[in-house]
């Protein structure tokens, strides 16, 4: 029987799929419509995720490109979750499934688009402002003065 991982790095082996222009859009396309890496990757032909995740560290454009498909599917998440608040619920059994659909969309968007979809921490700071050059000449005068 064979594990998640086993069955990775065996298409991994056998499934071997070269960067082209064509491959990156295909897989672009289909993240920034909301598939996650994983569902785009089963399909026939696509390369393994650890496969795009080399893309990424070698090839800067698909790099940045990869980043933006990202951000447009945490836009597409975000969708999602108004589409699933705005269904209604009739049990609570419902309610709550709802309310894990929405959740888990909500951190997901986070990790994907910290810059939209994160959680803003504040922090406030009192800075005081000393005359070093003053206190230093007090202490020399009451130095000096003793």
């Known amino acids: 029987m064979h594990?998640?991982?086993?069955?990775?790095?065996?298409r991994a082996v056998t499934t071997r799929v070269h960067f082209t222009p064509e491959i990156a859009d295909r897989i672009l396309d289909q993240i920034s419509a909301g598939k996650s890496l994983t569902a785009v990757c089963k399909a026939k032909g696509m390369p393994a995720p650890c496969t795009i995740y080399r893309w990424v560290q070698a090839i800067p454009a698909f790099a940045a490109r990869f980043?933006?498909?990202?951000?447009?599917?945490?836009?597409?998440?975000?969708?999602?979750?108004?589409?699933?608040?705005?269904?209604?619920a009739e049990t609570n059994e419902q309610v709550q499934r709802a309310r894990l659909r929405v959740d888990?969309?909500?951190?997901?968007?986070?990790?994907?688009?910290?810059?939209?979809y994160a959680d803003r921490i504040e922090a406030t700071a009192v800075v005081a402002i000393v005359d070093l050059a003053g206190a230093l000449e007090a202490a020399r005068r009451r130095v000096i003065d003793g």
């Open 3 to 10: 594990d998640a991982a086993t069955h990775e790095a065996t």
């Open 104 to 116: 888990t969309r909500k951190w997901i968007a986070s990790k994907l688009a910290p810059r939209f």
């Open 67 to 88: 980043e933006m498909a990202k951000e447009e599917r945490a836009h597409m998440l975000a969708d999602e979750i108004l589409a699933i608040a705005d269904a209604p």
